[in-house]
């Protein structure tokens, strides 16, 4: 029997029409513009200025505590500016932009294909080569990757959790890194392992994905160090069983309690494409210059994986795959279920860019609002064991201490609430606002 998590979820189509795209290679841009922010956490310093030259994996910006991440040039050339420029939201943010000058790469970078095998160094080490290639979460959390590697004194990790789920409908990124990067990933699992000091590694796929199962199943069969350690678990669709919690009440059959971390059930979770990007950065030198990005759609004449330099803006990819649909209603940065609708793509692919999502009018439409029913399906479908009918009102009401009692920072933002309202109330839109209000209280309580 396939497992799965316990509370709630929904059952989305899951429209994985560029499932057999191979990955491609995207064209280097005239111009690159360099979020300074591309992680949850204090966004980085700029370490370069204006008339800079740089070369790919140079540091551009550095980390500002401990929970930041480095910024690396994704090109070489020069640094044309520094500077607050729109992100998809059309807000500014710290930037840098690089004037591209052929493709020079930071020696210290290992370019073969050659795949390195063995990893001698001690946790302290790995984590220090992670840290200093910005690794960060690429299943769109961005969350940086040598703190949930750095274990709080008296807690302890007793698994690894590599989420290939990719349980948002439309996206195949981590599908296709699973199935043409195979290796390299086992590999980045057991350096994660050495990193956590844990002897078991678990990698949850749905089984809408048979051949991933099937070829990592493959592989690890074929050497006996990774048959011993390394397990393959098939899961049950069902959204959002990609979320950690939901993942490790899958797999674990162990319940994080509302407000704690996986950490504190024994737990690390790493999506498919950080793990890789683990690999890159300990065992070839090399920081996060580039990932895949799902740019698909219904309408889109040719959905595609690319291989982008972070940077790139994010209108040549949709160009590149087709053009915009004529009858586009949103342009989404990730998938329908947590993705954003983007009010500027001409805006850059970041770390956190896993699918950019070309809807047609008559899907992007919302239906008309109207009164709550009381049905209840929004707690049922909530796989937090919320209320989210309750908190959307608060939220609306601005009633942030009642929010805070309801245990709205436990809210995971997967949408299930939304998508199984039959009244067609913006649940998840009141939710986030609250959410982000009740956040900003608690750390500024926590500061005092």
């Known amino acids: 029997m396939l497992k799965t998590f316990r509370l709630g979820g929904v059952h989305p189509h899951d429209y994985k029409i560029s499932r057999d795209a191979a990955i491609r290679m995207f064209d280097i841009p005239a111009t690159v513009t360099i979020p300074l922010g591309q992680h949850i956490g204090a966004p980085a310093t700029a370490a370069v200025k204006k008339g800079d030259r740089v070369l790919v994996g140079d540091v551009i910006g550095t980390a500002t505590g401990f929970v930041s991440a480095n910024i690396h040039s994704s090109v070489s050339g020069t640094v044309t500016s520094v500077d607050a420029v729109p992100d998809g939201a059309n807000l500014r943010k710290p930037a840098v932009t690089i004037a591209v000058e052929g493709d020079e790469w930071n020696p210290a970078i290992d370019r073969s294909e050659t795949l390195v095998r063995e990893c001698t160094l001690e946790p302290k080490e790995i984590i220090a080569k992670i840290a200093a290639a910005g690794i960060v979460g690429l299943g769109g959390a961005t969350f940086p990757t040598q703190v949930k590697l750095s274990v709080p004194p ?121 793990t890789f990007a683990v690999y890159q950065a300990v065992q070839k030198n090399r920081p996060i210059v580039d990932r895949v990005v799902t740019v698909t759609g219904k309408k889109l004449a040719n959905p595609s994986n690319l291989l982008v330099r972070i940077g790139t803006p994010i209108s040549s990819l949709i160009e590149a795959c087709g053009g915009m649909p004529e009858d586009t209603g949103k342009v989404i940065n990730g998938g329908p279920m947590m993705g954003r609708a983007m009010a500027n793509i001409d805006a850059p692919v970041t770390k956190g860019t896993s699918g950019v999502l070309l809807m047609d009018e008559r899907s992007s439409l919302r239906a008309s609002e109207m009164p709550c029913i009381s049905c209840a399906k929004c707690v049922d479908a909530c796989p937090m064991g919320l209320e989210p009918y309750l908190i959307s009102k608060l939220s609306r009401l601005r009633l942030y201490d009642r929010l805070e009692r309801e245990r709205t920072a436990d809210c995971i933002e997967c949408g299930c609430c939304s998508f199984t309202c039959p009244s067609h109330l913006p649940l998840l839109d009141y939710i986030r606002l609250g959410k982000a209000e009740t956040m900003k209280l608690i750390r500024a309580r926590q500061a005092k």
């Open 154 to 274: 008296g807690k302890k990790a007793e698994m690894l959790i590599i989420n290939g789920v990719e349980c948002e409908p439309y996206l195949t990124a981590d599908y296709r890194l699973m199935m043409e990067r195979g290796e390299e990933l086992l590999v980045g699992c057991e350096i994660l392992m050495r990193a956590l000091g844990v002897e078991k590694c678990y990698i949850g796929i749905e089984n809408n994905k048979p051949e991933a199962i099937g070829h990592l199943r493959q592989l690890i069969a074929a050497d006996t160090a990774f048959a011993s350690r390394i397990e393959v678990v098939p899961l049950k669709m069902r959204y959002p069983q990609g979320g950690e919690k939901q993942l490790i009440a899958a797999i674990a059959k162990r319940e994080v309690p509302s407000g704690a971390l996986p950490i504190d059930v024994g737990a690390v979770v790493q999506n498919v494409g950080t």
